[in-house]
């Protein structure tokens, strides 16, 4: 007999619960997944006809439910995966979602990630319209209508509001990346197994979940081919954070050419970062 779907979707955010818990993140993070995932499991309505009926507010509506979990949830049930556990387990593979998009095969996803650094489908969508994708050998104007119109259909039924936060400032980020380094120099954190090139599957990638305000961030070494081929896989640090209104990503790197050689920077907000300089 199939398990209720209920019982799925709760299964998914009592394991996130779990590896937050073993990989040290705060423990009120741990318990709002668990509180989520009992309220999920109690609730008489399969959760999929509660969000077709009710969208978004319906799942914010379950006992313990909040806005990151929601959508946590509204993911689970819309395209059957959950990134951010992929991600806690060490089996996030955004290459292969990529690739999963009519018009781009797997030699076109490894481009993409590698140098636009789009690891989502939203991330694809929006280089899509804002000419990324146009600066790529292989986009003509014809893929890029076939993909538009694909991840139009895709993403339609669950695309969010522009995020309204405020971006954390480049000194929040560039803590974050000075607090995961020195922890993970120390040999204090979790290491995780990464499925992406690691053949011998060692737990050797080191996770942090550390919090500023309302920001839940998560950082780990780039675990990408071009991080690889560039050797950076001890100096590029990727920050996930989720303050209630999405999650975004930066990327942190040691910069090796101009007034900044030498120093953390921010990929992206360069300027910012030069601002500090002395």
């Not at 140098?115 to 292989?138: F, K, N, P």
């Not at 991080?227 to 999650?247: Q, S």
Request: net charge positive; glycine share 10%.
């Amino acid at each position: 007999m199939a398990p209720r779907l209920n019982d799925v979707v709760a299964g998914r955010l009592e394991e996130a619960a779990h590896l937050l818990r073993d990989q040290g993140a705060d423990v009120y993070r741990v318990n709002a997944y668990l509180k989520a995932g009992a309220g999920v499991r109690r609730h008489a309505e399969p959760v999929d006809v509660l969000f077709q009926r009710e969208g978004l507010d319906g799942l914010k509506a379950l006992p313990g439910v909040g806005d990151s979990i929601a959508r946590a949830i509204r993911e689970t049930l819309v395209r059957g995966r959950l990134p951010m556990l992929e991600r806690l387990r060490g089996s996030s593979d955004p290459v292969r979602l990529l690739a999963s998009v009519p018009g781009i095969g797997r030699v076109l996803a490894e481009r993409l990630h590698d140098a636009l650094g789009i690891e989502t489908l939203a991330d694809l969508e929006t280089a899509a319209h804002d000419g990324r994708l146009e600066t790529v050998a292989g986009f003509g104007e014809k893929r890029l209508a076939g993909i538009r119109d694909s991840l139009a259909h895709r993403l339609g039924r669950v695309r969010l509001p522009a995020t309204t936060g405020a971006a954390p400032s480049v000194q929040e980020l560039l803590d974050v990346d000075r607090e995961y380094r020195r922890k993970a120099a120390a040999d204090e954190l979790r290491r995780i197994a990464p499925r992406r090139f690691n053949p011998t599957g060692e737990a050797w990638l080191p996770i942090l979940h550390t919090e500023r305000g309302r920001r839940h961030y998560t950082a780990l070494y780039s675990n990408t081919a071009r991080a690889h081929r560039a050797g950076t896989t001890d100096d590029w640090v990727v920050l996930y954070h989720d303050d209630g209104d999405g999650e975004r990503q930066h990327t942190v790197i040691t910069a090796t050419r101009g007034e900044l050689t030498g120093r953390r920077v921010v990929a992206g907000r360069e300027a910012e970062c030069r601002a500090l300089v002395p």
